[in-house]
């Protein structure tokens, strides 16, 4: 007998609808499963076996053949074995074969029965609900995620009996109810990583305050040892908080790489990656055969730090122009393109020099060209992409065992969420909703200048010799300064503020007094 | 033997680089340049049994030498040579220990009868250092000094930078051959010492600089100035040896006096501490050698005209050492915004500069 159920494969971020079909024939007694299947979904057949059998099942000794429907499309992953169980216990009427086709299912099976998690499922609960199903049942450890989404009823199950028991009995399922504006709630009072932790370290604080309000991309210099990762870790938790169109968009490339931890439904703190500087380009950009995100993709919403940034292949560190620019990482296959967001705020932290201690000479051993030299194996466009750069100095004794209370990251934040909101305002209706996105013609637009801010920056872009990119990030920067403090128009302070925050160019520096 | 004594000369300072001890001994025992080129190799062996490496070289090249295809590479590189003999060659190395058989030169050579002060520090300085080099070489430049050193990364450069700067002349006195280029990342100073000054070496062109030769590189900078300055030195220091070569030669030493416990002030220190003139200020230097000047203009006071209140207390607290802006913040009272956005003011304004991320220094 012919029977078919619902489920759902992944396609980069994004889940398209499989029917699994099952159909038993007189024939060789055999498990044959087809659609243009990777191996992990051929092996489920051998599995479903076993896993009914254990469950008391025994599969009768004739030609079963299922199918995933399309078939044209490649299927990969271990998520077919429920969808695969079900379809055969329909087609050997177990169960009813009605109303299947309102229900999708997602999980791996272990051959005892045991239903085990798989990464994606909010993306696939994404696609039935899209698709106007209006159940869904998956592993029980994944349910919390896929119960998100409030228009799909979301149902988790332990074991294949508890399988069968709810497809026999669907009045007796029990929803997986997550309440999303609690647990929104909830992050603005986690504790962590704290900004009343970083003891000095104004003008960094200063620096991180205005990357965060405008999403600049920020570059810290400084000696070992002077608090860079610290301060790193801590920017995030001065972004505003997450909203729950972000938090879901966060939550589902988390769970499509596999890294959501068990039991989490949403990811409610901004993402913070830290990848080692020997990352791989494909690590880094999302890639492999079957592409996944990768580190600018993960911390898309939230900080992407890259410790000693010189050190990073150069191939890998171009790599991050093109998703810098459009915030979004495109992989062609044959198979099709992959997009992947990449709206994360950059942070690069990196030595003065290769010893680390320049300008202090009673302790650096580099000369200024060898100083220039490192800085310089970061490529200028790379740099161009990053509007605000600033020193972190070494921090004394006093300074490090002072007790005073710092302003703490709450506070901060409150500030920054104004200047967010400003900006909102300013960019409705708008691609750039930050002030970091805007292109140099949308500076003109948006960022006009008075006479005497006028007269400054030509002042400025003469006297310190800057480039036309170095204006419009002074410009650009300047106008997240008058946010912070809530002011419409860019004046003259803000404009000689944001020149501090310009990247150090080493090749004019050396002749004139 | 129908050979110039110029060419001569070339040859034989071509032949004994790094050995000008072996070349004096040499001119003292044959008499001329012509003379050595005409003694057998053994001959010469016998006579210097202590040097058989100096002659064996010396022999080698004599065997492949070609007066007319020499002079014709000099020309070639653009490059002109003065022997000791030469009306050209500076007067003031003439009466030096050891002085260079010969000068391969582009550009000009230093004038006799106008002052010339020699200007060497660290090559990895401080942003003190800098300012002090760019600084002390404007100032002397401008009231005419020729300003001599050695166009190493660090001071040196500045020195010769803080010259042009004021459109005066210098001079750099390179280790390895003239036509090389040492260190490479200046290449933009090279070209402007050979078209607004000179670059000289007394090794024959092709000569890698090597490590050994700066040292005696170094009494060709001294000997080519009046006073010697020195900017910033380690406790052990190339500098040091300069000084030392320069009082030798009867020359004076001045010290740009540092902070105690700088690691890059020690030298100098010393020095002073030793008997060297402390090199106050341009100006100073200037009177002390009897120098009168009609270009270094009185400086005036700048602070207090355009500058407000607020502006003028950070300004005043900027001096040469380089200085983060939280410092400034606690001395003057003021909020870091406050303080970032003044530094930006005075930036503008020239009255400040960043020397380095986050850094600032008064600007002179």
């Not at chain 1, 971020?13 to 299947?37: C, H, K, T």
């Not at chain 1, 003065?352 to 202090?360: A, L, V």
């Amino acid at each position: 007998m012919f029977s078919n159920v619902q489920s759902a494969a992944l396609n980069g971020l994004e889940a398209y609808m499989v029917r699994v079909e099952a159909d038993i024939s007189d024939g060789m007694p055999q498990l044959l499963m087809v659609g243009y299947l990777s191996s992990e979904v051929r092996e489920a057949g051998d599995r479903v076996r076993t896993a009914l059998r254990n469950t008391g099942i025994a599969l009768p000794p004739k030609r079963i053949t299922v199918n995933l429907a399309p078939a044209g499309i490649r299927k990969a992953g271990s998520r077919f074995d429920l969808p695969v169980a079900a379809a055969i216990l329909a087609s050997l009427e177990k169960i009813p074969g009605q109303g299947l086709e309102d229900v999708m299912l997602a999980g791996e099976l272990s051959l005892s029965g045991q239903v085990l998690p798989v990464p994606g499922i909010l993306a696939l609960v994404e696609a039935a609900r899209d698709a106007g199903i209006r159940r869904c049942i998956v592993p029980d450890k994944n349910a919390a995620e896929g119960a998100v989404l409030e228009e799909v009823e979301v149902i988790g199950v332990s074991s294949l009996a508890e399988l069968i028991e709810i497809l026999r009995h669907p009045e007796k399922a029990v929803r997986v109810r997550v309440d999303t504006t609690e647990l929104l709630r909830e992050q603005n009072f986690s504790g962590g990583e704290d900004f009343a932790e970083v003891n000095g370290q104004a003008s960094v604080r200063r620096a991180a305050e205005i990357a965060a309000a405008g999403m600049h991309n920020l570059l810290m210099i400084g000696p070992p040892g002077s608090g860079k990762t610290m301060i790193a870790r801590r920017i995030a938790g001065i972004l505003p908080a997450v909203s729950l169109q972000e938090s879901l968009e966060i939550t589902k490339l988390y769970s499509v790489a596999g890294l959501l931890p068990e039991q989490t439904s949403l990811m409610v703190k901004r993402p913070f990656r830290s990848p080692h500087h020997t990352v791989t380009p494909e690590a880094l950009a999302g890639g492999g055969r079957v592409p996944a995100p990768g580190e600018i993709s993960l911390s898309s919403g939230g900080i992407l730090f890259l410790d000693e940034f010189p050190e990073f292949r150069r191939n890998a560190l171009e790599i991050l122009r093109q998703p810098l620019e459009d915030r979004r990482v495109c992989i062609s296959r044959t198979a099709g393109t992959y997009v992947f967001p990449a709206k994360c705020m950059l942070v690069a932290a990196m030595n003065p020099c290769p010893c680390g201690y320049y300008p202090d000479r009673g302790r650096c051993t580099c000369t200024e060209e060898e100083a220039a030299r490192y800085l310089g194996r970061i490529s200028r466009p790379l740099l161009d992409r990053i509007d605000i750069c600033t020193e972190v100095p070494e921090i004394s004794y006093e300074e490090l065992t002072e007790k005073r209370k710092n302003e703490s990251s709450w506070e901060i934040r409150r500030r920054v969420e104004r200047a967010h909101e400003m900006q909102k305002d300013r960019f409705l209706g708008m691609p750039s909703a930050f002030n970091a996105y805007l292109s140099g013609k949308e500076v003109e637009k948006y960022c006009p200048l008075g006479k005497k801010e006028q007269k400054l920056i030509k002042n400025a872009f003469v006297k310190l010799n800057l480039s036309g990119r170095a204006y419009y990030k002074i410009i650009k920067t300047a106008r997240t300064i008058a946010d912070l403090e809530g002011e419409a128009r860019i004046l003259e302070q803000h404009l000689l503020e944001a020149v501090h925050y310009r990247i150090p160019d080493y090749t004019c520096r050396r002749r004139s007094l | 033997m129908s050979e110039t004594r110029e060419a001569c000369w070339h040859w034989l300072s071509s032949s004994l680089v790094g050995e000008t001890a072996l070349l004096w001994r040499l001119v003292e025992r044959y008499g001329t340049p012509e003379s050595i080129f005409a003694v057998r190799e053994e001959d010469l062996q016998k006579a210097f049994p202590k040097n058989p490496g100096g002659i064996r070289r010396l022999c080698q090249g004599r065997r492949e030498w070609d007066f007319a295809r020499e002079e014709e590479r000099l020309v070639r590189l653009g490059m002109s040579f003065v022997s000791c003999e030469h009306l050209a060659y500076p007067r003031r190395l003439q009466n030096i220990s050891q002085k260079p058989g010969g000068i391969y030169f582009r550009g000009k050579l230093p004038e006799d009868d106008r002052p010339s002060i020699g200007i060497v520090g660290a090559r990895a300085c401080s942003a003190y250092g800098r300012s002090a080099a760019l600084w002390f070489a404007k100032e002397l430049a401008g009231a005419g000094v020729q300003i001599v050193s050695g166009m190493a990364s660090g001071i040196d450069g500045f020195g010769h930078w803080g010259a042009l700067e004021a459109g005066g002349k210098t001079f750099g006195v390179l280790g390895g051959g003239v036509d090389i280029c040492y260190p490479k990342s200046h290449q933009e100073l090279y070209l402007r010492l050979e078209q607004e000054g000179g670059l000289l070496s007394e090794n024959p062109p092709g000569t890698k600089a090597m490590s050994h030769l700066f040292p005696l590189r170094n009494r060709i900078i001294s000997g080519l100035s009046d006073a010697v300055l020195i900017i910033e030195a380690k406790g052990k220091s190339g500098s040091l040896i300069t000084a030392d070569t320069a009082l030798e030669q009867g020359r004076d030493v001045y010290a740009v006096p540092g902070r105690l416990a700088d690691p890059l002030s020690a030298g100098c220190n010393h020095l002073i501490g030793q008997g060297a003139g402390i090199a106050l200020s341009p100006q100073y230097i200037l009177d002390e050698m009897g120098i009168i000047s009609k270009s270094i203009k009185k400086k005036k006071e700048r602070t207090q005209k355009d500058l407000e209140k607020a502006e003028n207390m950070v300004y005043s607290c900027l001096g040469l050492q380089a200085r983060k802006p939280e410092e400034l913040c606690e001395e003057t009272e003021l909020s870091l915004i406050e303080v970032l956005r003044i530094l930006g003011s005075l930036e503008l304004k020239g009255y400040a500069k960043e020397v380095y991320k986050n850094y600032y220094i008064r600007a002179l």
